[in-house]
Every structure is written in structure tokens, then in C-alpha cells.
């Protein structure tokens, strides 16, 4: 989906809400062009994720299965499930 900036500022709980419940994510543009993104918190894992390896590649080495893939990171704690107080609402949704 597909917001310019100026729209998302009026949507932007309804917007936010959306990523959350349907984990599409929502380019955020202007003037047609893509300047940003609300992307799901697993999406942002991934992303992270294949940055961190990517580096690791430039810097040329792999890193065993298990390891860190820098010496100052630290393992990683079960991640809490996450608990969204709100539900979405298309804009102008009257119950």
C-alpha cells in the first residue's frame, strides 16, 4: 500500500494499526517517490538480520551457526509476544 506523506500524517494510529494487524507494510511517498516504510516488527528482524550478514560477508568471513556476528553482541532473549491495545479501522469507520 502506497500513502503519500501528507496523508499519513492525518492516518498515521490507523496506519500504524494496519502494519500491526495485517503485516503489510505501508510506503510512505512523496511526489510518487518512496521515502519510507512501516513495516511489521518481524519484517524488521529480517531486515536486520540480513544487513548484520551482509556486513559480515564485506568484512570477509563467514560466521559459524550460533555465534555472534560482531564480538559485542549479545544473544539474543525469547521475544515476549506482543500485545497491541487497539484494532483497526479503515478511515471514517462508524460502529
Known sequence: MDVPVTEARAQFADLV???AYTGEPV?????????AALVSPEDLELLETIRSQRLDLQVGGTVPPGQPSRPA????QPAQPM???AE??????RP
Open 27 to 35: 510506503k510512505l511517498t512523496r511526489r510518487g517517490r518512496v521515502m
Open 88 to 93: 483497526y479501522r479503515p478511515p471514517g469507520f
Open 73 to 76: 553482541e549479545r544473544p539474543q
Open 83 to 85: 500485545r497491541i491495545a
Open 17 to 19: 494499526n494496519r502494519v
